[in-house]
């Protein structure tokens, strides 16, 4: 079982950075993909980005490529998301999710097994 909990959201103005964190207990394998995915009022649970455990692989999603950047810290049990550039279409609600899947799949909430809470962003013009 694997518990996953974020931390860091908060009100920021367009333009600034963000740091998200997702504290996880319970064992993630080198198979497993981590992730956060953001949903919008009104809106479906889009994916933000992903990392493979075992080799560090990144995927990202169009709408934050180059501006966010997915990591996890050795020791800590800690997956981050560093968001920079913020854009008022990046308000929304962002969820850490793990799961055992293909890369090929990891874009696709239905996939990952454990989520957690959430953790809100608003980003202010």
């Known amino acids: 079982q694997v518990q996953l909990v974020e931390s860091g959201g908060g009100l920021v103005q367009a333009g600034g950075s963000v740091r998200l964190s997702c504290a996880h207990s319970?064992?993630?394998?080198?198979?497993?993909?981590t992730a956060w995915f953001r949903q919008a009022p009104g809106q479906e649970r889009e994916f933000v980005a992903a990392?493979?455990?075992?080799?560090?692989?990144?995927y990202y999603g169009d709408a934050v490529m180059d501006r966010f950047t997915i990591s996890k810290e050795e020791g800590k049990n800690t997956i981050s998301l560093q968001m920079n550039n913020l854009k008022p279409e990046d308000t929304a609600i962002y969820y850490c999710?793990?799961?055992?899947?293909?890369?090929?799949?990891?874009?696709?909430?239905?996939?990952?097994?454990?989520w957690g809470q959430g953790t809100q962003v608003t980003v202010s013009s």
């Open positions: 319970g064992r993630i394998i080198g198979s497993w993909h």
């Open positions: 999710a793990a799961g055992s899947l293909s890369r090929l799949i990891v874009r696709y909430s239905r996939h990952y097994r454990y």
């Open positions: 990392l493979g455990w075992s080799g560090d692989s990144t």
